[in-house]
């Protein structure tokens, strides 16, 4: 069974670019999260998908930040305009039952 | 708020040489106390859930256990490649399913 993929694996933008990160998680998981992770800090909650609809978002630091979950499968997380202090590496994470499974993650670099 | 604490930061081991990492917690009720492995540039990779104070499971050389406040990860007789960062998070019983994780703990043993 294939796990969390995420996409791309590193992405270095300048600030004030657009970032999109990918994320397919596994097959037939309704829930999807995504988490942070920045320098020095322990993984932070992000947000929550259950199949297409947000079930929580209280994560998300502010609106520059925008998710989407095309049909209940794969999600995206962009970022625009990106800021310095967004860098740090996303994850995505998928659940069937209370288990989340990760992905390998995006380290993203804002310089 | 919930919060999660891991002790000790950093743990150098010879090989064969048993110990624990500690994880604490304050949480609203809590509904599941995870640990996961993270290796170098990969996503936390799941080992345990434990639901209730006094449960115990095992994988291999791993075993968690979990108290009302703590949860240790026993890791007997280790080899080089359990070394990693060991991450404890835990999931409260309101709202959703998110999680709350600590700093890890970053294991190398050595041969």
């Known amino acids: 069974e294939a796990g969390v993929t995420q996409f791309p694996s590193h992405s270095v933008i300048e600030k004030g670019q657009t970032v999109t990160l990918r994320c397919d998680p596994i097959?037939?998981?309704?829930?999807l999260y995504w988490y942070r992770r920045v320098m020095g800090k322990e993984i932070k909650f992000l947000l929550h998908?259950?199949?297409?609809?947000?079930?929580?978002e209280s994560g998300m630091p502010n609106n520059r930040f925008l998710a989407e979950r095309t049909g209940g499968t794969y999600s995206t997380l962009k970022v625009q305009p990106a800021e310095l202090e967004d860098s740090g590496v996303y994850f995505c994470?998928?659940?069937?039952?209370?288990?989340?499974?990760f992905g390998p993650g995006t380290r993203l670099t804002v310089l | 708020e919930d919060q999660v604490t891991q002790s000790p930061e950093a743990l150098r081991l010879q090989e064969g040489e048993s110990s624990s990492l500690n994880c604490s917690y304050t949480?609203?009720?809590?509904?599941?106390l995870f640990w996961y492995r993270q290796d170098p540039g990969k996503g936390p990779e799941f080992l345990f859930t434990l639901y209730s104070a006094g449960e115990e499971k095992e994988k291999e050389r791993l075993k968690a256990t979990l108290t009302k406040k703590e949860s240790f990860l026993h890791i007997t007789a280790p080899k080089p490649e359990d070394s990693a960062t060991y991450l404890c998070a835990v999931q409260a019983e309101s709202g959703y399913s998110t999680l709350t994780f600590g700093k890890g703990t970053m294991l190398l043993v050595s041969p």
């Open positions: 994470a998928s659940s069937q039952g209370w288990a989340q499974y």
């Open positions: 949480v609203s009720g809590l509904r599941g």
């Open positions: 097959s037939g998981h309704d829930n």
């Open positions: 998908f259950v199949k297409e609809s947000k079930q929580d």
